[in-house]
T-cell receptor, first 115, second 113 residues
Framework: AQTVTQSQPEMSVQEAETVTLSCTYD???????LFWYKQPPSRQMILVIR??????QNATENRFSVNFQKAAKSFSLKISDSQLGDAAMYFC????????????FGKGTRLSVIA | GAGVSQSPSNKVTEKGKDVELRCDPI?????LYWYRQSLGQGLEFLIY????????KSGLPSDRFSAERTGGSVSTLTIQRTQQEDSAVYLC???????????FGDGTRLSIL
């Protein structure tokens, strides 16, 4: 079975500092996608960043970047220059490709940003 | 453009009643997914529809749960004879092709008294 593990239930970071959220996954598939979603109190799941397994280069989106270690099945999210608006639940998710398939989520990490 | 729309936003009902939750996906998206998020938990897959293919119901927790997707667009998730453990946020998502990410609605918070 495919599983996603987020080992940090809660994290905090000072405003303007950098924080890294951990995620590991277990799969026997070779074609898959990894995602980080942000869920603020509004409940909506907002896509932060995604990574295709076949790409070796780590994905980046402005202040957000990932460290994708395929052999170790690790997919961590780094948030640079943290802002108060980054405070939310962050979920790591995985799905197999290439067709439409459901996401498998971790249990999430609650990130607090301290002013 | 319009995103994924879910209604109602909140639903409170008595144990034993049936409920219907609605999802209106982004226009043109062929895939539609239902997930459940229990308090303090991640999202749990329930069911998904892909075009005209038979839905993948492998995540439905019991036969009290069912879903339909009419005309390849709007979907309704029905929970019959609700139980207190059904209390959760039900999230719907849609996507275009397999390589495109899923876009989520704001969810329906279901509370069973």
């Amino acid at each position: 079975a495919q599983t996603v593990t987020q080992s940090q239930p809660e994290m905090s970071v000072q405003e303007a500092e950098t924080v890294t959220l951990s995620c590991t996954y277990d799969t026997s598939e070779s074609d898959y996608y990894l995602f980080w979603y942000k869920q603020p109190p509004s409940r909506q799941m907002i896509l932060v960043i995604r990574q295709e397994a076949y790409k070796q280069q780590n994905a980046t989106e402005n202040r957000f970047s990932v460290n994708f270690q395929k052999a170790a099945k690790s997919f961590s999210l780094k948030i640079s220059d943290s802002q108060l608006g980054d405070a939310a639940m962050y979920f790591c998710a995985y799905r197999t490709g290439p067709g439409n398939t459901p996401l498998v989520f971790g249990k999430g990490t609650r990130l607090s940003v301290i002013a | 453009g319009a995103g994924v729309s879910q209604s109602p936003s909140n639903k409170v009902t008595e144990k034993g009643k049936d409920v219907e939750l609605r999802c209106d996906p982004i226009s043109g998206h062929t895939a539609l997914y239902w997930y459940r998020q229990s308090l303090g938990q991640g999202l749990e897959f329930l069911i998904y529809f892909q075009g005209n293919s038979a839905p993948d119901k492998s995540g439905l927790p019991s036969d009290r749960f069912s879903a339909e997707r009419t005309g390849g667009s709007v979907s309704t998730l029905t929970i019959q004879r609700t139980q207190q453990e059904d209390s959760a946020v039900y999230l719907c998502a849609s996507s275009q092709t397999g390589r495109q990410p899923q876009h989520f609605g704001d969810g329906t918070r279901l509370s069973i008294l």
